[in-house]
């Protein structure tokens, strides 16, 4: 019986040493992504502010794993080029997703 137990304890601590370590790793990088696309949310939404031509327009920022996601409505297509171009300045972005609209809200309703 005192075999069995010994063998089954062997296991035990060989699993629990092989598995721990993987368990904690992807929760440290998945908080380093999270604050990478917070920031990266942040320089987008300067640089846009920052763009005197875009500033009157509600231009929505998300980003997610790199990928930025730009919604909301502007002018003309040629406000939405600018709206991507900017985004695309910032560091880090893997990609631009864009979602904008042209119009406004009220030609929705």
Known sequence: MTRVSCSMAFFLI?????????????????????????????????????????RRFDINVRTIKGVVELSGYVNSRDDMDKAIAVARTISGIKSVKNDMQIGSISDDY
């Open 14 to 54: 060989v699993f629990v040493v092989l598995f721990s370590g993987c368990v904690s790793a992807p929760e440290k990088f998945g908080m380093e992504e999270k604050f990478s696309d917070v920031s990266i949310t942040t320089k987008v939404y300067e640089a846009i502010l920052d763009e005197p031509s875009l």
